[in-house]
């Protein structure tokens, strides 16, 4: 029997570690060393990145997916539909009533994202294709007033975000020359930009946001949502109301039912996993993505982030390969990457070891912009 490795997730975690795997196994079209099954229950894998762009009409629906058939070759199978469960003890898992059995399972089941205070009937979800789509359609009628971006709760993924949301909005005002009579105000419950940054990187981004006359509203926890008004609790207890005519809003982000059910997720409510092989608690189950929580300096978790996604993929396809060939594992993760912040024309970009201090935001430019774009569009020339 050949060698079997679940994937579970065919996200931007699942499809680069079934890539990476199948080339590091030495899979080629008729030889397949070990096969590897990915589970995924929608019909298309999402480039979650690309959906900033998608609220400003910069991307259409279907530029934001790849085909999942697309990806099968070099030993590489998607088995379509929602998974149901998960034995990590006997490396199980349950798809559309089948039981199938791995050597290897790595875990990719990226975050479950939950609408609250009824969000959804006054914005849009723009952490969704639905709502980044259905955020533009209302744009493009907005003739002024009163934007709101906020962050319903943390963790969320994808640190930057909100502040390219409203930085890409803020651009599209100015295209359409309604920019002096339209107010964009960004609430979060934290207390700078992306709290695991240093100060000087959180000032940056502060300043770059008062350049652009966008107003932020840091340490404001959303408490109630109603039509065109929100409530948000403040240090001290006091509470204070906010108007908008129009509203993009990220969900809450919990860990998926089932992982829980598996008894996988630990304190933190997320998957804890080895923080250099990123094993589970049990042998040979791995987990990447958004859903585990990763410590690094100073208390803080690393960013959930596709980047991390990507070289966690890496890590773990290694060490299973070189596993498969009766060899140890020798690569450790290292939450070192970058980060690029999108603001229409140019971006800037948080580049370093997020382990240690020396974190840097590089200025904005033209070139940074382009990078963003040309990482979307290897993604999709790599992977479909
Ligand atoms: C608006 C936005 C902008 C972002 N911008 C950036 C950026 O600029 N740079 C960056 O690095 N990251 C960015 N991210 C974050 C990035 O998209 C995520 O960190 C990344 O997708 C995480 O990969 P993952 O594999 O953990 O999860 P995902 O990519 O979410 O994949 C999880 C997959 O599992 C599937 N799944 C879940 N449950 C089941 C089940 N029971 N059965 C079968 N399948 C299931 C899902 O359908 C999904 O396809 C952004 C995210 C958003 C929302």
Do not use: C
């Not at 539909?81 to 791995?102: C, F, H, K, L, M």
């Not at 979060?188 to 709290?195: A, I, Q, V």
């Not at 000087?200 to 039509?227: D, F, N």
């Not at 990457?337 to 974190?359: H, P, R, T």
Request: aromatic share 8%; proline share 4%.
């Amino acid at each position: 029997m050949k060698p079997t490795i679940l994937v579970l997730g065919g996200g931007i975690g699942g499809i680069s570690t079934a890539r990476e795997l199948s080339r590091k196994i030495g899979n080629e079209d008729g030889i397949n060393l070990a096969r590897i099954l990915v589970f995924e229950k929608e019909k298309s894998s999402l480039y979650a990145p690309s959906l900033t762009w998608m609220m400003v009409g910069k991307r259409e629906e279907k530029q934001v997916y790849g085909d999942l058939s697309d990806v099968e070759l070099g030993g590489i199978e998607v088995i379509h539909g929602e998974i149901q469960s998960i034995d990590p003890e006997n490396r199980a898992v349950i798809s559309n009533g089948t039981e199938y059995r791995g050597d290897y399972i790595v875990i990719s089941l990226g975050t479950k994202l939950t609408d609250i205070y009824n969000l959804s009937r006054y914005g849009h979800n723009f952490y969704t294709p639905a709502g980044a789509s259905s955020f533009y359609e209302d744009l493009q009628q907005f003739e002024g007033g009163e934007i709101a971006v906020v962050v319903s709760s943390l963790p969320h993924k994808s640190p930057v975000a909100p502040y390219e949301a409203a930085l890409l909005i803020d651009d599209f005002i100015r295209e359409k020359e309604i920019r002096h009579k339209t107010g964009i105000t960004l609430y979060t419950p934290e207390t700078g930009p992306m709290d695991f940054a240093s100060e000087e990187i959180s000032g940056k981004v502060r300043r770059l946001m008062e350049e652009k006359e966008i107003h932020y509203k840091p340490e404001h926890t959303l408490i109630t949502a109603e039509k065109n008004s929100l409530t948000f609790s403040r240090p001290g207890n006091k509470n204070v109301k906010a108007a908008f005519d129009l509203l993009a809003f990220t969900p809450k982000h919990t860990a998926p039912d089932l992982i829980r059910e598996a008894g996988l997720t630990g304190t933190s409510g997320w998957v804890e996993v080895d923080e250099q092989t990123l094993q589970t608690t049990h042998d040979n189950v791995f987990a990447i993505g958004d859903i585990i929580s990763l410590p690094v300096g100073d208390g803080k978790t690393l960013p959930k982030a596709g980047v991390f996604a990507q070289y966690q993929a890496d890590t773990v396809a290694h060490n299973i390969a070189r596993m498969l060939r009766g060899k140890q594992p020798n690569k450790m993760f290292e939450p070192k990457g970058s980060y690029i912040l999108d603001q229409g024309d140019k971006a800037s970009k948080v580049d370093g070891d997020f382990n240690a201090e020396e974190l840097k935001i590089k200025t904005s430019s033209m070139i940074r912009h382009w990078e963003k774009v040309l990482t979307e569009k290897a993604w999709f020339l790599k992977n479909f």
